[in-house]
């Protein structure tokens, strides 16, 4: 008893040590498979068409993959950003536009759908372009997880 007391007291210490990492969630979820089962996918709707349109229930990208981000604010108070992806999110995104051309990717912020981007060509150079969607909420938590692109690594 005195084990399993213990054991959950490290768990919880462990969540809330990185609840307070995490202040932006990114994740970018490829289109499913139309024959996937609900196992592997979720529907959703789709946010320019509004068509019910199945996506991967595990993300391809997430935060963890993303190294700096530039935001820009066209004036209307919609966001937009340019996202730098590490070694390994710059990998797993020119695969997936090679092998996944023609469908769709889906962008979350902060558990929100912020948009949906049509692969039409080969992205080798680990950058996601969101042209709008963003608020200054998730500018500003964005500041407290990633470096702007052009400045100096955080320490």
């Not at 992205?123 to 407290?144: C, E, F, H, Q």
Request: aromatic share 8%; with cysteine; charged share 25%.
């Amino acid at each position: 008893m005195k084990s399993m007391f213990a054991s959950l007291i490290v768990a919880f210490l462990a969540v809330s040590a990185t609840a307070k990492d995490r202040h932006c969630v990114f994740r970018v979820h490829a289109e499913a498979n139309p024959n996937d089962t609900a196992t592997f996918s979720t529907s959703v709707r789709a946010l320019y068409s509004g068509k019910q349109v199945g996506i991967e229930r595990i993300p391809r990208l997430s935060e963890r993959d993303v190294v700096a981000f530039y935001p820009y604010d066209p004036g209307n108070g919609n966001y937009g950003a340019l996202f730098q992806l590490d070694e390994h999110g710059r990998i797993a995104l020119d695969a997936l536009s090679v092998e996944r051309r023609g469908s769709l990717l889906f962008v979350l912020i902060n558990g929100r759908a912020v948009t949906e981007l049509q692969i039409d060509q080969r992205v080798a150079d680990g950058r996601i372009y969101i042209a709008s969607g963003l608020t200054k909420a998730n500018i500003d938590s964005m500041k407290k997880c990633w470096r702007l692109i052009g400045q100096k690594k955080k320490r």
